[in-house]
Every structure is written in structure tokens, then in C-alpha cells.
Nanobody, 115 residues
Framework: QVQLVESGGGLVQPGGSLRLSCAAS????????MAWFRQVTGKQRELIAT???????RYADSGEGRFTISRDNAKTTVYLRMDSLKPEDTAIYYC?????????WGQGTQVTVSS
């Protein structure tokens, strides 16, 4: 059974940084595509970035420039480094895995950017 567990969220001041982690288990990690999404209350979940098993990355507008996705296949973990955070980055951040035609989600981690 695939399980994704996010961590690293919290309260940060505007301009600050956070690194989110997503530990995956139960999947063939080095054959999947991983991604980070976020969702603001009352809005649709939006894609931030994706990363393939070989490390190729793509960023949506929401993640371009300030966010960096990476992965460690040996640790079966994907990361999201977020810099220059803004209040509008406040959201629940979700880890996502796609493998063999199936989609999996983590439970989400709250990020709040506020002074």
C-alpha cells in the first residue's frame, strides 16, 4: 500500500524559507513521478511542480522562480524548497505520486506565511 507522509510545514514570516519533505513507502519509488500541489481554502488544488524518476523537473507558474523540487531516490523522499515566501503562499501543501496509472496523495501539511 502506497503511503505518502508530508512534513516541514509551519508558520514562517514573509520573505522566509521552508523545506517540505514527503516520505513515500509502498511504491517502486525510482519508477514514479512525484509532484507538489497546494490548496487554499475555497479554491481548487493547484500544481506547483513535478519531478520524474530521473530528476527532470517542471514548474507551474505558482512554483516558478521561488520553489525548487528535488528527490532522493535512496531515501524515497521528495522535497520542496520554498524561498521568499509571501502571504499568498499560505495553503495546505500536498505530496502526489503517479505510478502505473494510479494516483496517490499525502494528507497535506499546512504552510502559513504571516508576520
Amino acid at each position: 500500500q502506497v503511503q505518502l507522509v508530508e512534513s516541514g510545514g509551519g508558520l514562517v514570516q514573509p520573505g522566509g524559507s521552508l523545506r517540505l519533505s514527503c516520505a513515500a513507502s509502498g511504491s517502486i519509488f525510482n519508477l514514479n513521478v512525484m509532484a507538489w500541489f497546494r490548496q487554499v481554502t475555497g479554491k481548487q488544488r493547484e500544481l506547483i511542480a513535478t519531478i520524474t524518476s530521473s530528476g527532470s523537473t517542471r514548474y507551474a507558474d505558482s512554483g516558478e522562480g521561488r520553489f525548487t523540487i528535488s528527490r532522493d531516490n535512496a531515501k524515497t523522499t521528495v522535497y520542496l524548497r520554498m524561498d521568499s515566501l509571501k502571504p499568498e503562499d499560505t495553503a495546505i501543501y500536498y505530496c502526489y505520486e503517479h505510478q502505473r496509472g494510479d494516483d496517490y496523495w499525502g494528507q497535506g501539511t499546512q504552510v502559513t506565511v504571516s508576520s
